[in-house]
């Protein structure tokens, strides 16, 4: 008997120094990774840095190309609306006495994708909800299968069809808007020219970001917690109540950042708006005047005429829209994470 | 239990869906629909609206607000916004799909008029574009011009995106995050920015001529957040188990992903190369900043320009004629064969993934 | 579960029970009665499988009835049917008739919005909603279908008084729902249940993801509410059934499609079941 007696009292001791004292430090569980091992990991490391240093380095390269432009034009590069290239004698480019500004390309860009904007985002939320909610199951994976064919489809098919196909029906109805709605600033015209308008550019950019947005709302549509919908319905709600009462106020934050992607789609599409839009150096609020401005397109117009000294002023414009795009993604992936995961 | 219940229990009735439109219900859909068809043509016959768009205008306002009428009319007025927005959804859908189905139908009755073998036997550095089509020349220079550019960008693309996705999976470091958020704004970089960075940083300073290289670069930057983020969602999907076992086996991290995990997602990772293949083959505007885009087949990706399936296009819309019109049409359509092709693809071994 | 412990609590159980008598060994009688709530040998599928058989099934206003049974006998399924729940499985269907007041619910031309506003449903997980407060979620009910009230404040407090609910969250009306416990929770979702005046209100497991003290609370409402309306409660828990309920009905499945085994008088369930089955279940021998 003793000695048990004597381990047991040793053992209430010890535990008890356990508690009265600090708790032992956590032991450090080390392992010394092989050498193939190391260098796998620093391989698949600087791999996996590729995008921050490709992001990096077409910031680094575009302000560098682009800088004795911005430096040269201050402000007035976002301000003014004058593009001009003067050369001086020798042939090259006269930086003083050119005027570049782009605040007609940008407020133009603005102008087309706002109108993507407007125009897809009803019809993108809606077709979500007709796959989520209404579509039997067969008819949902075939739509959700051409959906996403739409998205792989390539800009300049879109732009080639636009201009022959779509742009009649467009100023078709650019017609009736300006007839029946005329009163409305927007919809002022100063000269008949309904052709490669912004409000067709706008139309053909909605046709592109709708699968985009469509198949991110529906993504967060089918997230919505089930037993929420049953509540709904046990209330006895029509569709369209569960739809208001439970799907949308979940989904919002994420049908705003599938709008917010489609629109940095929208404002970085080049060919597309290319080929339906016409380029005018002149700010343009009349969206069904033929007269319009996108800062992709303009690169690719003015490139094909610029001298190697006026590319670097492109560079500068690019420069522009790729910040411009990259803080609507980057903002626009923040909301849609958030929304997705978070569960309200 | 004793029972008295009126059917025997060893017979069994026929299941029935009683929540499925009836026969008479659905007769009533038509109706509605029926009459909204006449008051529309009705309405195009006497006002000054006319068109294909006008009848179709008109029936999305006249069809929904009939039926909300009807339905109303029936049971109330919470089915009858019901049935409003049921409507105004299925419309949604179709307006959505009215495009596609054009683009389908137009690239097709257009471009079909413009096949021939010639095609993919010439190139155009002998035609002109008033040319008849039919006869003279073809687009194999633009075929094999961008099947090197696609296979050099994927070359570079591969290993930067599958080193990114096993970097998000199978490393797990501090910078999961941020590049897992930095691929998503990748994917947003617009192409005739990738363009102008290839401008800027090779082509100015460097190279000083265009060549397909140039052009693969550009693409590889647009295809590698396709390629990583495609990666990664099919190496999150190799269960847990299968990493813990190769090291539990005593391999080095490396050895089990060498020879476990990537073997294993296989043909996730085809699947994710096809989709960045499919995401930059149409891809324009670079390929017209750098490429030079020339009408002789050229085999060298280093030296001198290369045409391309889009350039093709793009110079044929752009020059304007007729015929080079129809060639724009024709390139349209065999870039849309491809396309579907490599969407199929996908799809298909996608879809044998999914069903493992 | 022994008996003995069971015994003391049936006792009391008879007393409330007294409403009205099912006699032992009643059976849903071949006509419809034309009142309360009748099921008549409802079957129901999933795809091509069978999973409940032929029940038919009479609730008395001012009743409460327990469903009891293993996983998987259906009594889930049974339930979901007499509210039209059932049919948002894709792959469902069902046979039988579901008699509202004499009316069935599945008849062709019956609005099954209708049909949920007389029989309401609270669910196994409590599911406010969380972009509504304690007052936009008792009164949610009412926004969805489209109904008016004279004096909505009124209807709140006395929904929220039936539920058990109001002296806890009078004071903070306006705040969000998902602030409250689980067991408030799950009574604010009772409390939204009836803002509509619901004639029946069904249960499934509405205890199930709730503590025992909550579950006590939960248990109390349902007392209360029991006099003024038809409960079906489907439960895991004898206890719970032998507390809470007047006529018990026992569900089983023998690997094929769920039946029902037996239904009487809770405490003759309890006490003296006519089926060895029911025996097994009801003395712990298995489920």
Known sequence: MPPIQVRGAKISLMSQTVLNSALPAKREITTKPRLSDRIFRSVVTSGGLSSLVILGLIFI???YQGYNTLHSQGIHFLTGSNWNA??????????????????????????????????????????????????????????????????????????????????????????????????????????????????????????????????????????????????????????????????????????????????????????????????????????LLGAGGNIASMILLKFGEAGPDEVKALMAAGLVLFVATLIVNSLANIIVRRTSKGGK | ????????????????????????????????????????????????????????????????????????????????????FRALVNFSMAIALLPIVSILWTVWSRGHKGLHWNLFTQDMHSASVTDPVLTHGGL???????????????????????????????????????????????????????????????????????????????????????????????LLLIPHDLRETGLALGGTQW????????????????????????????????????TGGGDTTNWNLFNGPMGTLPFYIWKGFGAGTDESFQRAWTGILVLLVVVLVLFALARFLGGRRNSK | MSEEREKPEMETQ????????????????????????????????????????????????????????????????????????????????????????????????????KIRLKVGMVFQKPNPFPSMTIAENVLAGLKLANLKVENKDDLLQECLERAGLWNEVKDRLNTYGGALSGGQQQRLCIARSLAVRPQVLLMDEPCSALDPGSTLKVEETISHLSSSMTIIIVTHNMQQAARVSDYTAFFLSDGGPGEMIEVGNTNEIFSRPRDQRTENYVTGRFG
């Open chain 2, 1 to 84: 239990m004793t029972t008295t219940v009126s059917t025997p229990s060893s017979i069994i009735p026929e299941p029935r869906r009683p929540w499925l439109a009836t026969p008479r219900q659905r007769a009533e859909v038509f109706a509605v629909i029926f009459i909204a068809a006449i008051i529309d043509i009705s309405l195009v016959a006497i006002t000054p609206l006319k068109g294909k768009l006008a009848y179709l205008g008109l029936f999305l306002i006249i069809y929904p607000a009939l039926d909300y009428l009807v339905v109303r009319a029936q049971r109330g007025k919470s089915a009858g916004s019901d049935a409003l």
């Open chain 3, 14 to 113: 008879t007393q409330t029970s007294s409403l009205a008598g099912i006699a032992s060994g009643h059976q849903p009688s071949e006509k419809a009665l034309g009142v309360g709530l009748e099921a008549r040998g409802i079957h129901a599928w999933f795809g091509q499988k069978h999973v409940l058989k032929d029940v038919s099934l009479d609730f008395w206003a001012g009743t409460v009835t327990a469903l009891i049974g293993p996983s998987g006998c259906g009594k889930s399924t049974f339930i979901r049917t007499l509210n039209r729940m059932h049919e948002f499985i894709p792959t469902a269907a069902m046979a039988g008739q579901v008699l509202l007041d004499g009316h069935d619910i599945y008849d062709p031309g019956v609005d099954v919005t």
């Open chain 1, 86 to 287: 003067a050369l001086n004698d020798s042939g090259s480019l006269d930086l003083k006495n050119s005027q570049f500004g782009i605040a007609a390309m940008l407020i133009g860009t603005l102008v087309c994708s706002t109108i993507a904007i407007i125009i897809s985002v009803p019809i993108s939320v809606m077709t979500a909800l007709f796959l989520n909610f209404y579509a039997p199951d067969r008819i949902k994976k075939f739509m959700v299968t051409v959906v996403d064919l739409m998205a792989a489809f390539p800009s300049i098919l879109y732009g080639i069809w636009g201009f022959f196909v779509l742009m009649p029906s467009a100023v078709y109805i650019a017609k009736l808007l300006h007839l029946y709605f005329g009163w409305i600033p927007f919809f002022k015209m100063e000269a008949p020219v309904f052709d490669r308008s912004p409000f067709i550019a706008g139309i053909i950019l909605a046709i592109m970001i709708i699968p985009i947005v469509t198949s991110i709302s529906r993504e967060i549509f089918s997230q919505t917690p089930l037993d929420r919908v049953q509540a709904a319905y046990a209330l006895g709600a029509t569709r369209l109540g569960m739809i208001k009462a439970v799907a949308f106020p979940y989904a919002r934050g994420g049908i705003i950042g599938s709008a917010m992607l489609g629109l940095g789609r929208a404002m970085g599409e080049t060919v597309a708006v290319y080929t339906v839009l016409n380029i005018v150096y002149q700010v343009n609020w009349h969206v």
């Open chain 2, 255 to 290: 050895r089990t992903v060498q020879k476990i995990i990537l073997p294993a997602a296989r043909s996730g990772l085809v699947t994710a190369m096809i989709l960045g293949v499919a995401r930059v083959a149409g891809e324009t505007a670079p390929i017209v900043l750098l």
């Open chain 1, 61 to 63: 390269f575009l302000l």
């Open chain 2, 140 to 234: 194999i220079h633009a075929v094999i011009g961008s099947i090197l550019i696609v296979v050099a960008a994927l070359v570079v693309a591969v290993p930067l995106g599958l080193l990114t996705a096993i970097y998000l999976t199978e490393i797990q470091g501090k910078f999961t995050r941020p590049i897992k958020f930095l691929v998503q704004s990748m994917s947003g970089v617009p192409s005739i920015v990738a363009g102008l960075f290839i401008l800027a940083a090779i082509v100015y300073p460097v190279t000083k001529t265009f060549n397909g290289f140039e052009g693969s670069l550009a693409l590889a930057i647009l295809m590698i957040p396709t390629i990583a983020r495609t990666a990664e969602e099919v």
